[in-house]
């Protein structure tokens, strides 16, 4: 039997970032994102073939082009760069995103000293970054050993990548009032990502699944959160990105009658069906009853 996770796939977010790219490809030959659009190489290859161009930063697209600004965000410089250029731009930010990098903004101007939880590398918390009045006042950090290392200054305010676990950051809260005379937290995660991870959540403890196939691009950092908890819960996980990475462990599920599906929130539904295509497949091989 095959059972999915009650939210699965694109999130609102980065529905809303490939549907613009789509649309805006139907009447220019060309449009470029700064970085992939999303972290699943399956559904940026169907974009390239239509005629998106991915460059590694802004000055790489030609004067005039179309751009548009990715899920994840832009720092306000490279924005604004792009402008001075005479190049169209569609911001695309996601809207949770977008009050992250607001809240960022806001909280430095009134002169608290801001620590954003997350990856640094990521290009969501880049972009917050980018936002803040002055860098120098800030930091980031991705976890409670790193938020120990925080020094005390008056003002703080906490604010978190959108695809953080919710225990995390009230953990690094309470951290980090311990840091402060005036402790400001943001819950910046995405209600997607909550969805998301709670419907893992259920999908394990209220099924007796054998495992679970996590489908979703390998850099993808809310589906590398999903298999944490996956993991956390005692499962065993077959995190895939494409059909061909299914086929490849075609032994894992020898055995499993009863088998989840989670995907990350970059995650195409053609590509969760093709694989839940192939998993049925599968069962059906070995006298699984499909349902």
């Keep these: 039997m095959i059972i999915m996770a009650e939210h699965a796939g694109f999130c609102f977010g980065v529905k809303r970032a490939v549907d613009a790219i789509s649309e805006s490809l139907k009447s220019h030959s060309e449009v470029w994102t700064i970085g992939l659009p999303i972290h699943n190489p399956q559904e940026v290859s169907r974009l390239e073939s239509l005629g998106l161009r991915v460059a590694e930063n802004d000055s790489e697209i030609p004067d005039g082009a179309k751009v548009l600004i990715r899920a994840h965000g832009e720092p306000l410089e490279v924005i604004e760069r792009l402008k001075r250029r005479n190049i169209h731009v569609e911001d695309m930010t996601c809207p949770f995103v977008r009050k992250a990098q607001e809240k960022a903004a806001m909280l430095s101007r009134e002169g608290y000293y801001v620590v954003l939880l997350g990856d640094k590398n990521h ?3 880049k972009g917050i ?3 803040v009045e002055d ?4 930091e980031v950090i991705a976890d409670e050993k790193e938020a120990d290392n925080v020094q005390y200054h008056a003002k703080t305010a906490l604010i978190s990548q959108t695809t953080q676990r919710e225990e ?3 953990r690094i809260a309470g951290i980090l009032v311990g840091k402060s005379s005036e402790l400001r937290v943001c819950n910046t995660i995405c209600k997607a990502t909550a969805q998301r991870q709670e419907a893992v959540r259920e999908l394990v403890r209220n099924n007796h699944v054998d495992g679970v196939v996590l ?6 950092a809310n589906t590398g959160k999903l298999r944490d908890i996956l993991e956390s819960e005692g499962v065993n996980v ?3 990105e494409d059909e061909e990475e299914t086929e490849q462990n075609s032994e ?3 055995d499993k009658i009863m088998v989840g599906i989670a995907a990350g929130a970059s995650t195409p539904e053609w590509l969760i069906d093709k694989i839940k295509n192939i998993i049925a497949a599968k069962q059906e091989a070995q006298g699984v009853l499909i349902h």
Excluded: A, D, Q, Y
Excluded at 135 to 138: A, D, I, L
């Design 123 to 125: 290009p969501e918390i």
């Design 129 to 131: 970054t980018g936002h």
């Design 135 to 138: 860098v120098r006042n800030s």
């Design 168 to 170: 995390r950051l009230e």
């Design 215 to 220: 489908i979703g691009g390998k850099s993808s």
């Design 238 to 240: 077959l995190w895939v």
């Design 252 to 254: 894992w599920f020898n």
